[in-house]
């Protein structure tokens, strides 16, 4: 039995163990809890020894490549590669089946193995295919992982000031408790807790929290590039244009999830969320405008925390927006506050709060061309890694790579709806939206 059959079984067994407490509808005993608790720390184990079985695998190959020739080198004789598929897998198709089904049947992990192995032999591949098979492909470094999701999210304008929350190793969801809070009257606030002064009750009555949850689920955001082989020839230009490309296009495709996201197949984004307050136009306010009193109604209906909020506007408004004014008497006051210099700001501010030109928020005049947020309440979840898999035979014929990038995350806003406050009758929400003005 090798170290994949034997983590499979561990597996099984911590199942059998959860199963069967919940077919008796029954927490866990205290003999099923140590069972469950010794299984965690063989399968922790496990893992370790699949990691470093792969690791050995991969410097055995690497042995193989020739010291003085040039990494990402074409194969000397291109046919001879396909010759090996099929020497393995019996076709090219058999190759794709293996891609396929990879992740519930090991003896292809092995094939795959294999094949790698034999492709670097000729090809001199050494740098981007480093390791273990992973549907089709290998997995980077957890170095270049972290490089490459520390620049998606700096890339993201919103990404990187969402609350985060990883998801452990052995994992694809979590749920995070949190206390269901509609109203900030007494007896409701915080989920129904609820405290008297002295001379308010004769007799005090017990409370208890009402608590609700986030769900997070782990999504998969998918890229696809082909590489030519010139850009292959030279790893360093190569490797500049993927630290490049790649989190400039994962930090856009973040920062719209978390604005527009569906919540289906995707993480859930703060324009789809329950808890967005829209705020109506002025009566006869003109098409496709914003002005002062707009902002100061969205200002009155936010209750999220000034140092984790922004205002998220499309570019489009920003003429609007720039020379927003209130009147004072036969002349004005600008609402927006631009950057300033001497304080190293690089983004204007609405009370305050920096004001951020995002391509993901709507055109002028329609709802969601300017929202309030509070950064700080809206939650991501990742497992801190990123996939990246390669493989030379998807487009054999054009004798280019192809790069695979799958970085699992999920992300929602922390409230589903808006809050009724202690005193006043208008809801609040850390996140406001103007209605259309069309």
Known sequence: MNFKEMLKAALAKQEAIINGALAENRAMTAEEQASYDALEAEIANLEKSIEAEAKMAARAAASATPVNTPLYAQPKNPASVENITREIFGSVGGYFQAVHKVKNEPEYGEKLAKLNSEVLKISNAAGMNESTPSDGGVLVGTDVSSVLLAKAYE???????????????????????????????????????QMYWEGEAAKMTGTKP?????????????GLVYVTDDLLEDAASLEAWIMKKFPEEAGFKLDDAIINGTGTGMPLGISKSGALIKVAKEAGQVAKTIVAENIIKMYARFNGNPATSVWVVNRDTLPQVVTMSIAIGTSGVLVYMPPTGLAGNIYGTLFGMPVIPIEQCETLGTAGDIELIDMGQYIMSDKGSLKIASSMHVRFEYNEMAFRFTYRADGQPEKNKPLTPFKGTDTVSPYVALETRG
């Open 210 to 222: 009402k608590m609700g949850s986030v769900d997070m689920k782990l999504r998969n955001l998918n």
């Open 155 to 193: 890339t993201g304008k919103l990404v990187s000031k969402a609350f985060k929350m990883p998801i452990s190793k052995n994992s694809n969801s979590m749920s995070l408790p949190v206390i269901d809070e509609t109203s900030r009257v007494n007896g409701s606030r915080y989920g129904g807790i």
